[in-house]
T-cell receptor
Framework: DSGVTQTPKHLITATGQRVTLRCSPR?????VYWYQQSLDQGLQFLIQ???????AKGNILERFSAQQFPDLHSELNLSSLELGDSALYFC??????????????FGPGTRLTVT | AQSVAQPEDQVNVAEGNPLTVKCTYS??????LFWYVQYPNRGLQFLLK??????LVKGSYGFEAEFNKSQTSFHLKKPSALVSDSALYFC????????????FGKGTRLHILP
């Protein structure tokens, strides 16, 4: 158990809908990262937050947004969902950010199926 | 731009034999290098990392990796494979001079044959 929790575990929804994925980092970790894992694209970095502020952006679509709250939990919002958004979404956390040597600890993931 | 390559989609090894999973990287500055393992229906688990110092890094479950700066490689190794090592392995790199963004390779599926 990494100490990172994600809810829900599974999500099935229809095209055009909007969903919210939630992540709680390990106790004491200030950075939260979101990743998308699909069979054809591999593991894609989406976005990183550190202590409530956006720190790095990867291949995140404009239909997707995220935020990190004062209690450090994070939410990833996916809107206008398309079939191609079906994937595993992982959250990871680490203690620091720039200059850090920290490994990331991954949650169990949320499997999103868009029908 | 930083990148990481895992040239093999799958590696098959007989149980008890040594295993190697290959990784090469490209960064503009000095690298931080990581290996992660993913078991079915699970999140990624950290195995080991290279930050600085000794080129041979030891990690969890008997795995080790060797940093080779001239060949820009960071291959994962284990002297004697177990069936339970069968999983998906990811190499990752972060440029020391950049922010915390980390780039993952596409992954190598390791299949240990009993």
């Amino acid at each position: 158990d990494s100490g990172v929790t994600q809810t829900p575990k599974h999500l099935i929804t229809a095209t055009g809908q909007r969903v919210t994925l939630r992540c709680s980092p390990r106790s004491g970790d200030l950075s939260v990262y979101w990743y998308q894992q699909s069979l054809d694209q591999g593991l894609q970095f989406l976005i990183q937050y550190y202590n409530g502020e956006e720190r790095a952006k990867g291949n995140i679509l404009e239909r997707f947004s995220a935020q990190q709250f004062p209690d450090l939990h994070s939410e990833l919002n996916l809107s206008s969902l398309e079939l191609g958004d079906s994937a595993l979404y992982f959250c990871a956390s680490s203690p620091g950010w720039q200059g850090g040597t920290y490994e990331q600890y991954f949650g169990p993931g949320t499997r999103l199926t868009v029908t | 731009a930083q990148s990481v390559a895992q040239p093999e989609d799958q590696v098959n090894v007989a149980e008890g034999n040594p295993l190697t999973v290959k990784c090469t990287y490209s960064v503009s500055g000095n690298p931080y290098l990581f290996w992660y393992v993913q078991y079915p229906n699970r999140g990624l688990q950290f195995l080991l990392k290279y930050i600085t110092g000794d080129n041979l890094v030891k990690g969890s479950y008997g795995f080790e990796a060797e940093f080779n700066k001239s060949q820009t490689s960071f291959h994962l190794k284990k002297p004697s494979a177990l069936v339970s090592d069968s999983a998906l392995y990811f190499c990752a790199v972060r440029d020391v001079n950049r922010d915390d963004k980390i780039i993952f390779g596409k992954g190598t599926r390791l299949h240990i044959l009993p």
